[in-house]
């Protein structure tokens, strides 16, 4: 009897759908896979999740519009800041504090394509957190106030963020290399938020909060829970279908801006036209390209052995360069990023432009191996929970289904030498997008790389 | 919650309350009031005579739209200088009854909503065992 009750029992069995699994009893000795899922909800809003079957778990709903679309600058930073509102009849205490009550995270984010409001919480609040964050996406109540008390945030976030030499300087190299659209700062301007009204802000959703441009998507989440749930919070809100904006395909121009600023530390970040995520190929390639050539330490102490990309042999004491790729719908931004003493920025930049042309003529076995292991080990330590519904939305709003990244490394592993410095070569054939940020006196011009 | 206490909520005697409340009688009288109060003749809402002292009313004023402020600021004005030559508003320029409505209260039952909200949250110490059970997620 006594023994029947102590003995233990064990499995080691692996569930392979998110449905048999059972998450009651002991742990399995490994992670299961990832279940990836894409469906449509009833009024035609997309539903991804990659279940990772963990215990934490994260939803976004992420509509498809941001800086990119505002026809008014600031609308999307400004949006995103008073995305959370009171819902009618009731207050915005009650709104934060049921999520606060069980731990989980409530907040909102805007990038250049996508606004999103999103939340952290373990497994079993899903029922909570999906009324929640849809309510607040499609709230028809938006008080004077709210609006008014939204924008001294935002002042403050675009002042504190554009007060980063990193962040001004990616943000000029957007609108040098894109000009409108994706060239659209991010942050709204204390003059562009001037000139908003509440109409501009309620316009903007209207025309973009749209069945066709919105995503839900979970991380750690099943998928059957979170399309009930789905179909069910929608049930009291009726969107319209299709959006009535119409998208202007972005074009990559290319020019040069000079920021004068603090002498202690320059910038220049060099721009070329890049793939964009959409086409997994190039964007594999891209990456692998980039993996290749980035100069950033890999292991924290000890310079010598730490970076071995192409770049780091053009870094001079007290002057680092790093390469960068951002992807977007349809365009992409590959760079180069130098910081560090001015009087050193010139001859570090003409290196670094020089490694991207030995790139493009060839590229050895031994450092293409390196650069997909890095490349791999990369996007994936990029993707921490945030950052991948975020990625997973963007990808889904786009084509309708996303690559994992496992997938992504598959793909990634079957990059070849002649297509990297193919990729170098398009690269060098596109107009460069220069912006530097400093000592103007010291910096170089575009022309003089 | 305070409809619920001592089992008043669904009693007679509230219910009668109510429909007393919304009587035409009771809105009959309660017009009739407020215009021999006096603060029409000056050119005040009823509104204008809520003590604005104390951080409720105050955070309430501050979510005043800005052309109500201005508004508010006016009133209170001419109501100073009507006061100081003993005199009233013309009739045709008194505030009407239509006029008269609310439009502080409501940004006070907001504000005060908000508080007691804030305060009914801070009491709980964990999740309540109901809600934990609803939860169960595959």
Known sequence: ?449 | MASSVGGFAGSALLANLRTFRASNALTAFSEWHASTMGHRALGLKGDDLIPEEGPLVQEALRRLSPQETENRLFRFRRAYALSTTQTELAPKDQISAAEDQPYLRPLIDIVEAEIATKENFDLLTAIPEQLKRRNRSS
Not at chain 1, 189 to 202: E, F, G, I, S, V
Not at chain 1, 278 to 305: C, E, I, M
């Open chain 1, 1 to 449: 009897m006594l023994r029947n009750t102590l003995q233990q029992r064990r499995s080691f069995a692996i569930a392979t759908s998110a449905v048999s699994y059972k998450r009651v009893g002991d742990q399995v000795s490994s992670a299961p896979a990832a279940v990836k899922s894409v469906t449509s909800a009833a009024n035609g809003v997309k539903i991804a999740t990659l279940d990772g079957r963990g215990p934490a778990s994260q939803v976004a709903v992420v509509v498809g519009a941001g800086a990119r679309h505002e026809a008014k600058a600031g609308v999307a930073h400004l949006l995103k800041a008073s995305l959370i509102r009171a819902r009618p009849g009731d207050n915005v205490v009650r709104a934060v504090r049921e999520f606060e009550l069980r731990g989980n995270t409530l907040y909102t984010a805007v990038s250049r394509e996508n606004t999103l409001i999103a939340s952290s919480f373990l497994r079993d609040d899903l029922v909570d957190v999906v009324p929640g964050l849809v309510s607040q996406v499609f709230n028809p109540s938006f008080q004077p106030y709210e609006f008014l008390d939204a924008i001294p945030g935002v002042e403050a976030e675009t002042a504190a963020s554009l007060e980063d030499p990193t962040t001004r300087v990616l943000d000029s190299l957007h609108s040098v290399a894109f000009r409108r659209g994706l060239g659209n700062s991010l942050f709204a301007t204390p003059d562009a938020l001037h000139h908003l009204k509440r109409a501009d802000l309620q316009a903007f959703a209207a025309s973009h909060f749209t069945a066709d441009n919105i995503a839900v998507v979970g991380s750690g989440v099943a998928h059957e829970e979170l399309e009930a749930l789905v179909n069910s919070a929608f049930e009291g809100f009726s969107i319209p279908s299709t959006s009535s904006a119409s998208q202007t395909a972005s074009s990559y121009y290319g020019g040069e801006v000079r920021i004068a600023g603090s002498s202690s530390a320059s910038h220049l970040a060099i721009g070329f036209k890049s793939a964009a995520f959409t086409n997994t190929k190039s964007y594999a390639t891209a990456l692998v390209l980039r993996a290749l050539l980035d100069g950033s330490h890999r292991v924290k102490w000890g310079a010598t052995s730490g970076a071995t990309g192409l770049l780091a042999a053009a870094a001079a004491p007290g002057t680092n360069v790093s390469a960068f790729q951002t992807s977007y719908t349809d365009a992409g931004l590959f760079g180069l990023h130098i910081q560090g003493n001015a009087s050193n920025v010139k001859s570090v930049a003409q290196k670094s432009v020089e490694a991207v042309k030995r790139a493009a003529s060839s590229v050895s076995d031994a450092d293409l191996a390196r650069a997909k292991k890095i490349a791999i080990v990369d996007y994936e330590l990029g993707q921490s929970r945030d950052e991948l519904v975020a990625d997973i939305a963007r990808q889904v709003l786009a084509s309708g289904n996303f690559v994992t990244v496992a997938e992504l490394a598959a793909e990634i592993s079957r990059v070849s030498a002649s297509e990297v410095a193919q990729a170098a070569q398009a690269l060098l054939s596109s107009k460069a997008s220069v912006v530097s940020y400093g000592d103007l006196n010291k910096l170089p011009y575009a022309d003089e790389l």
